[in-house]
């Protein structure tokens, strides 16, 4: 530097006593650019007094920071540093017994600002003659360029240089309000707002003025650095095209957690709903559990069809959703921004049985089904009113039926007690009426005797009437009883000695009174019979009963017939037509000389 009395810094009074750039009174500002390839290495913008070094601003402590050394061997740091191009403003008071000294990084206004990035007042004594670049020469290169000195804060900043072009991805958060240049390719936008990609980083800027850009062109722009999240945000930004290119291949994205970093992307997914609001339409996709939708400006998309349900494969600029108050990722999809139709695919159309069709079918199916229900309670309803209808009508008919056979019955009792009771009452009344003078011959004890019998006849044919009326009787135990009772008592009055085999125990069931009438007639008549024409020394009753019949023999060892010669006799013909009645069957087997057997088998119900 020129230091002489008659230099430019003597001449306007910037030297002090000893010939150095320092008096008192005076402000300096220093401008410079720095950028070095490591951080951690020493590097540094010196001042010198001769070989004396007296101040510097660079790294010599063996960290990432960058630090203000004044006075010599004084630490006092700016802030991290980085291999960004860094722009700095030293200004220097002068003042006796101690200077004031004020660093400024990356400086943003062409006015000085009231805050400077450092501030130290009274630092050191810094008077200087002599400015020195250094770096540690193992491995470390330091760029410095454009160092200005002058006495204002317009003259250092008017004349500062072009930033220097520089990635996206090297911006850490000191950057932050930095004004930076970067290269970078249009990916997406229009107007003043565009998505770039910086290598492997994006970029969204915000332009001062609107600028036609297209996707795939390269731009150099320039702007505000005013946040880095997924993408470096640049404001009051300027863009200028100096080529294009075409786009690089999308990647494919990471659906578990949708963090990635890389704006540029693909996504497969089924197309679930479209939406028109006259200036985008919005195509809503479900990929795997996640739900996003694809925004395409209407205007280059008038005619796009593409039906819902169909398999996608979309290509375009993934926005992630971030919390405002953290800048952090809330890791789920938000938006993709797609540039023409073309960024659409379909891999697959929606098959003919679609969620539409099948919310359709569910809906048919639902109204079949609750009209089915009403004409199932219909029909039920109306089953219930016959079914009850018929119940009455049987009932009704039961009753009737009832009655009938209760007159029936009683027309029956009434014969009997007619024909039976009413000719032996007859015969008793003639028998005691009889004139003395008609009968000389016949002696009055014999017409007692005869009297008392037909008395005993209708006793026991009372008794019969009596026993089945009664409802007791209708059990196989109390039939079966009463049967063997008056075979006993009959064949008592004779020589012929009676048997009878019955079971231990009978199931519960009952018989009619007109099937016990019809049935005990048969035997009286079979037994009668076997008396009459048999001849027989004993008589065996056996009664079988089975779960549904109930069958009587009865046996004789009597002189037995030829069934073929008596097969239409009056009592076979007689048992046959009992058995009718009683609604069961009668089978007479004999052999002459050899007895004779009755079968008498009833239905149980």
């Given amino acids: 530097m ?164 520089q990635h ?60 880095k999240n997924q993408f470096v945000d640049l404001i009051e930004a300027a863009a200028s095209k100096r080529g294009h290119s075409s786009l690089p291949p999308p990647r494919p ?36 559990t996640r739900l996003f939708t694809a925004r395409l400006q209407s205007e280059i998309a008038p005619k796009a069809n593409w039906p819902i349900g169909s398999r996608i494969k979309i290509t375009g600029v993934y926005l992630r959703s971030v919390d405002s108050q953290t800048d952090t990722s809330v890791g789920h999809l938000t938006e993709i921004l797609l540039n023409s139709p073309n960024a659409v695919e379909i891999i697959a159309r929606p098959p003919r049985w679609t969620l539409k069709h099948a919310l359709i079918m569910v809906a048919l199916l639902a ?44 027309a029956r009792i009434s014969r009997d007690l007619h024909d039976d009771l009413g000719s032996k009452l007859t015969q008793i009344g003639l028998l005691a009426w009889l ?34 009326m009664n409802p007791k009787s209708e059990t196989l135990s109390s039939f079966t009883a009463y049967i063997a009772g008056y075979a006993e008592e009959f064949l008592s009055k004779t020589d012929i000695a009676c048997r009878v085999e019955a079971p231990s125990s009978y199931p519960e069931k009952n018989i009619t009174s007109e099937a016990r009438n019809h049935l005990f007639s048969s035997v009286k008549e079979a037994i009668s019979n076997a008396v009459r024409h048999g001849k027989p020394g004993q008589i065996s009753l056996k009664f079988v009963v089975s779960e549904n019949n109930f069958t009587i023999h009865i046996q004789d060892n009597g002189c037995g017939f030829d069934s073929a010669a008596v097969a239409h006799g009056n009592g076979l013909a007689n048992l046959q037509q009992r058995a009718h009645k009683f609604g069961g069957t009668c089978q007479v087997c004999s052999t002459l000389h050899g007895g004779t057997t009755v079968i008498l088998q009833l239905p149980l119900p």
């Fill in 367 to 410: 109204a079949g089904l609750t009209l089915a229900f009403i004409w199932i309670n219909l029909l039920h309803r109306q089953v219930e009113h016959r079914t009850m209808q018929w119940k009455q009508e049987i009932s009704k008919r039961e009753k009737i039926e009832q009655e009938r056979i209760i007159i029936e019955e009683r």
């Fill in 435 to 468: 004139p003395e003078e008609s009968s000389q011959s016949e002696k009055a004890g014999d017409r007692l005797r005869l009297i008392g019998e037909k008395s005993r006849l209708m006793v026991s044919a009372l008794d019969e009437v009596v026993w089945m």
């Fill in 253 to 288: 994205l990471n659906l578990q957690n949708g963090s990635d970093s890389f704006p540029w992307v693909r996504v497969e997914g089924t197309l679930i709903d479209i939406r028109e609001d006259g200036t985008k339409r919005t195509l809503e996709v479900q990929a795997g």
């Fill in 168 to 227: 996206s991805s090297n911006l850490v958060s000191s950057d932050m309000f930095r004004k930076i240049r970067i290269s970078a390719q249009v990916l997406h936008g229009n107007g003043q707002t565009y998505y770039l990609l910086d290598e492997n980083t994006g970029v969204r800027i915000l332009l001062d003025r609107p600028t036609p850009l297209s996707p795939g062109d390269v731009v150099d722009v320039t702007g505000l650095v005013e946040r």
């Fill in 2 to 165: 020129d230091c002489s009395l008659n230099g430019v810094f003597g001449v306007y009074g910037y030297l002090d006593s000893n010939g150095r750039i320092g008096a008192d009174g005076k402000t300096i500002y220093l401008s410079f650019l720095q950028q070095p390839t490591k951080t951690s290495l020493f590097y540094e913008f010196e001042l010198k007094r001769g070989s004396e070094r007296i101040a510097g601003i660079g790294n010599d402590t063996h960290t990432d920071d960058v630090n203000l050394r004044a006075p010599a061997e004084t630490f006092t740091s700016i802030g991290p540093g980085n291999t960004n191009v860094n722009f700095y403003v030293l200004r220097i008071d002068f003042k006796p017994g101690g200077d004031d000294v004020r660093v400024y990084r990356n400086p943003t206004s062409l006015t000085e600002p009231e805050q400077p990035t450092l501030k130290l007042l009274g630092a050191a004594d810094l008077p200087f003659n002599r400015i020195s670049l250094a770096a540690f020469a193992n491995g470390n290169e330091v760029r410095f360029g454009q160092i200005r000195i002058a006495n204002s804060w317009e003259h250092v900043i008017a004349a500062a240089p072009e930033f220097a072009i």
